[in-house]
């Protein structure tokens, strides 16, 4: 996410704009093909909270 510039508070935001963009198949160039499951991983306040997202492709 540094790529994007790292937006403080944001960051789950954007996992989660990605998958759904791999799921959906409008991620471009970047789409993996037949893609089904995606997850996201974000600490925030220096390892003080933790979320995990699973979404599935139904």
Do not use: M
Not at 6 to 19: C, N, W
Not at 28 to 36: H, Q
């Amino acid at each position: 996410l540094k790529s994007k510039g790292h937006p403080i508070g944001a960051t789950g935001v954007g996992q989660v704009v990605e998958v759904y963009d791999q799921l959906t198949g409008n991620a471009g160039e970047r789409t993996v093909k037949n893609a089904k499951i995606g997850l996201t991983h974000n600490f925030g306040a220096t390892g003080a909270s933790c979320a995990v997202h699973i979404f599935q492709r139904v």
